[in-house]
C-alpha cells in the first residue's frame, strides 16, 4: 500500500526543498515506478526490515532517513537501530 511513503515522495518532488533524495523499501519494481514518476534525483534504494544489513548500507548512505515504515511498532526500530549505528 505504502500511502504515506507516497505521499512524502509528492510533496518532496513538488517541493523542490531538498535538491537530492531517493526512495526507498523492499520491492525494486515500485520503487523504481515511483522514482520515476516524481523524478527522484537518488533514484532507488533497496532495503528490507527483515534484513539488517540492507538497512545499516542504507543508513550509511544517507545523511537523513524519512521513515515511514508501518505499522511503525513492528518495523521501525530496525531503521531506527540502522540510523544510530551508522551515525546518519
Given at each position: 500500500n505504502c500511502f504515506t511513503g507516497k505521499q512524502v515522495v509528492?510533496?518532496?518532488s513538488e517541493s523542490g526543498a531538498i535538491a537530492r533524495w531517493a526512495v526507498g523499501g523492499r520491492r525494486q519494481q515500485p520503487l523504481?515506478?515511483?522514482a520515476k514518476r516524481y523524478n527522484a534525483p537518488g533514484g532507488v534504494v533497496v532495503s528490507d526490515v527483515n534484513d539488517p544489513t540492507s538497512l545499516l548500507e542504507m543508513a550509511r548512505n544517507t545523511r537523513l532517513v524519512l521513515n515511514t515504515t508501518g505499522p511503525y511498532r513492528f518495523?521501525?526500530?530496525?531503521?531506527?537501530k540502522a540510523c544510530i549505528e551508522a551515525g546518519a
Open positions: 509528492k510533496q518532496l523504481a515506478e515511483l518495523f521501525g526500530e530496525a531503521v531506527v
